[in-house]
């Protein structure tokens, strides 16, 4: 399908060296990222722990996995997903949203709680499947509890060691892989809101490179989105 093809290709074009994130949020977007949660202010390696803690998500309709966002499942259609959320939801067309895409936000009780992004200029209808979701709202969280707005030493103790990266070819959007996560779900790094002197998450070796690698970070390095995607793998429905 001509729609397949577009969205493969240009989630292609953001993977950097093997890493493959695929489109997400940029700074334009006006979801604000959410506060984490408090933790002490240590470096990685710090001396002292934090008494903070993941939380698991509150129910399946608030979990993170490689299927999905949510009641929002990868393969599904559109209209199956508003037959599934009934009036409860609000279906918004964002056009244009990020470079290359357009995305509907699915929004509950006034708020975003995540979107469906699809290539601009190919707008999804009720009988579209959706091959790309991600989410800022921090109720939405995997299994071990890691979510929009969770510092990055918190994430690691749910998925082991973490390296960031970015690639100047797809826009400078840095990721984080962790040492035991094979799940299909991407992590936008941020820093946290009180730190306006940063714009990464990672300190990487200067002079920097197209592509840079990284296992140190500032304290404030926090999650910023997470992603879920199927590209040319979408299970059928």
């Known amino acids: 399908m001509k729609s397949r093809w577009l969205i493969t290709s240009l989630l292609m074009v953001l993977m950097s060296c093997g890493q493959p994130p ?50 929002a499942k990868l393969g599904m259609t559109l209209g199956q997903l508003k037959q599934s959320l009934g009036d409860k ?67 690691e103790q749910a998925y082991g060691d973490a390296t960031l990266s970015f690639n100047y070819a797809s826009e400078s959007r840095e990721y984080v892989n962790f040492a035991n996560l094979s799940e299909d779900i991407a992590f936008r790094m941020g820093v946290a809101a009180n730190d306006t002197n940063n714009r990464f998450s990672g300190i990487y070796a200067s002079p920097l490179k197209e592509y840079n690698q990284t296992q140190n970070y500032r304290d404030s390095a926090t999650i910023k989105s997470v992603e879920v995607y199927c590209r040319d793998k979408c299970p059928s429905r």
């Open 22 to 71: 695929p489109p997400t949020k940029n700074t334009t977007t006006s979801q604000p990222m959410p506060s984490p949660p408090n933790l002490e202010d240590t470096s990685k390696s710090g001396s002292s722990k934090s008494t903070a803690k993941l939380s698991p998500p509150a129910s399946d309709a608030f979990t993170i996995s490689a299927k999905g966002i949510g009641p």
């Open 89 to 155: 939801a609000k279906f918004e067309v964002k056009s244009p949203f990020i470079v290359g895409f357009d995305a509907i936000a699915v929004i509950q009780s006034g708020q975003p709680q995540y979107y469906i992004l699809y290539p601009m200029g190919t707008p999804m209808g009720n009988s579209s499947v959706i091959e790309v979701l991600f989410t800022t709202n921090s109720n939405y969280r995997t299994t071990k509890g890691v979510a929009p707005g969770t510092p990055l030493k918190l994430a």
